[in-house]
Nanobody, 126 residues
Framework: QLQLVESGGGLVQPGGSLRLSCAASGFTLGYYAIGWFRQAPGKEREGVSC????????YYADSVKGRFTISRDNAKNTVYLQMNSLKPEDTAVYYCAAKDILFRLCVLSAGFYDYWGQGTQVTVSS
Protein backbone atom coordinates (compact mmCIF):
# COMPACT_ATOMS: atom_id res chain seq x y z
CA GLN A 1 0.00 0.00 0.00
CA LEU A 2 1.38 3.38 -1.01
CA GLN A 3 1.72 5.71 1.94
CA LEU A 4 3.26 9.11 2.64
CA VAL A 5 3.95 10.23 6.20
CA GLU A 6 4.92 13.79 7.09
CA SER A 7 6.78 14.70 10.26
CA GLY A 8 8.81 17.53 11.72
CA GLY A 9 6.11 20.10 12.31
CA GLY A 10 5.76 22.02 15.53
CA LEU A 11 5.74 25.42 17.19
CA VAL A 12 8.54 27.80 16.33
CA GLN A 13 9.20 31.49 16.90
CA PRO A 14 9.32 33.93 13.99
CA GLY A 15 12.72 33.77 12.34
CA GLY A 16 13.20 30.17 13.37
CA SER A 17 13.63 27.02 11.31
CA LEU A 18 12.02 23.63 10.90
CA ARG A 19 12.72 20.68 8.65
CA LEU A 20 9.77 18.68 7.46
CA SER A 21 10.15 15.10 6.27
CA CYS A 22 7.97 13.15 3.87
CA ALA A 23 8.68 9.43 4.15
CA ALA A 24 7.30 7.00 1.61
CA SER A 25 6.39 3.37 2.07
CA GLY A 26 5.13 0.90 -0.48
CA PHE A 27 6.81 2.63 -3.40
CA THR A 28 10.14 4.09 -4.49
CA LEU A 29 10.00 7.82 -4.01
CA GLY A 30 12.74 8.47 -6.54
CA TYR A 31 10.39 7.66 -9.40
CA TYR A 32 7.80 10.19 -8.27
CA ALA A 33 7.48 13.93 -8.47
CA ILE A 34 6.91 15.27 -4.95
CA GLY A 35 5.12 18.42 -3.92
CA TRP A 36 4.73 20.22 -0.62
CA PHE A 37 1.49 22.07 0.00
CA ARG A 38 0.04 23.95 2.94
CA GLN A 39 -3.40 24.93 4.09
CA ALA A 40 -4.17 27.56 6.70
CA PRO A 41 -7.57 27.78 8.40
CA GLY A 42 -10.14 29.32 6.09
CA LYS A 43 -7.77 29.34 3.12
CA GLU A 44 -7.32 27.19 0.07
CA ARG A 45 -4.51 24.66 -0.20
CA GLU A 46 -1.40 26.38 -1.55
CA GLY A 47 1.52 24.87 -3.42
CA VAL A 48 4.79 25.60 -1.62
CA SER A 49 7.49 23.66 -3.44
CA CYS A 50 8.04 20.62 -5.61
CA UNK A 51 10.86 18.46 -6.90
CA UNK A 52 10.91 16.38 -10.05
CA UNK A 53 12.28 12.89 -10.49
CA UNK A 54 15.81 12.10 -11.70
CA UNK A 55 17.55 15.44 -12.03
CA UNK A 56 15.54 16.87 -9.17
CA UNK A 57 14.46 20.18 -10.68
CA UNK A 58 12.92 22.27 -7.95
CA TYR A 59 10.25 24.96 -7.91
CA TYR A 60 9.07 27.33 -5.21
CA ALA A 61 6.15 29.61 -4.58
CA ASP A 62 7.18 33.25 -4.54
CA SER A 63 6.13 33.49 -0.91
CA VAL A 64 8.80 31.02 0.21
CA LYS A 65 11.52 31.51 -2.38
CA GLY A 66 14.89 32.07 -0.73
CA ARG A 67 13.64 30.75 2.62
CA PHE A 68 12.56 27.16 1.91
CA THR A 69 14.59 24.38 0.31
CA ILE A 70 13.25 21.08 -0.97
CA SER A 71 15.50 18.06 -1.34
CA ARG A 72 15.26 14.31 -1.69
CA ASP A 73 17.26 11.43 -0.24
CA ASN A 74 16.41 8.47 -2.41
CA ALA A 75 18.40 6.10 -0.21
CA LYS A 76 16.10 6.97 2.69
CA ASN A 77 13.02 7.18 0.45
CA THR A 78 12.36 10.60 1.94
CA VAL A 79 11.84 14.17 0.74
CA TYR A 80 12.61 17.12 2.98
CA LEU A 81 11.45 20.70 3.20
CA GLN A 82 13.91 22.91 5.06
CA MET A 83 12.12 26.03 6.23
CA ASN A 84 14.18 28.99 7.43
CA SER A 85 13.29 32.54 8.45
CA LEU A 86 9.78 31.41 9.27
CA LYS A 87 7.02 33.98 9.48
CA PRO A 88 3.62 33.87 11.20
CA GLU A 89 1.99 33.67 7.76
CA ASP A 90 3.74 30.33 7.22
CA THR A 91 1.45 28.83 9.86
CA ALA A 92 -0.53 26.00 8.27
CA VAL A 93 -0.91 22.26 7.96
CA TYR A 94 1.76 21.07 5.55
CA TYR A 95 1.16 18.14 3.24
CA CYS A 96 3.39 16.22 0.89
CA ALA A 97 2.04 14.64 -2.27
CA ALA A 98 3.39 12.27 -4.93
CA LYS A 99 2.87 11.78 -8.64
CA ASP A 100 4.07 8.79 -10.65
CA ILE A 101 5.42 10.40 -13.81
CA LEU A 102 7.97 9.54 -16.46
CA PHE A 103 8.81 13.14 -17.26
CA ARG A 104 11.12 15.39 -15.23
CA LEU A 105 8.26 17.60 -14.21
CA CYS A 106 6.51 18.85 -11.15
CA VAL A 107 3.94 21.58 -10.66
CA LEU A 108 2.52 23.50 -7.72
CA SER A 109 -1.02 22.38 -8.42
CA ALA A 110 -2.78 19.99 -6.06
CA GLY A 111 -4.71 18.32 -8.87
CA PHE A 112 -1.47 17.04 -10.42
CA TYR A 113 -0.74 14.66 -7.55
CA ASP A 114 -2.20 11.23 -6.87
CA TYR A 115 -1.09 10.40 -3.33
CA TRP A 116 -1.19 12.53 -0.20
CA GLY A 117 0.05 12.35 3.34
CA GLN A 118 -2.00 13.19 6.41
CA GLY A 119 -0.28 16.51 7.08
CA THR A 120 1.82 18.02 9.87
CA GLN A 121 1.04 21.24 11.73
CA VAL A 122 3.48 24.14 11.58
CA THR A 123 2.80 27.07 13.89
CA VAL A 124 4.96 30.19 13.81
CA SER A 125 4.26 32.37 16.80
CA SER A 126 6.01 34.25 19.56
Amino acid sequence: QLQLVESGGGLVQPGGSLRLSCAASGFTLGYYAIGWFRQAPGKEREGVSCISTSDGNTYYADSVKGRFTISRDNAKNTVYLQMNSLKPEDTAVYYCAAKDILFRLCVLSAGFYDYWGQGTQVTVSS
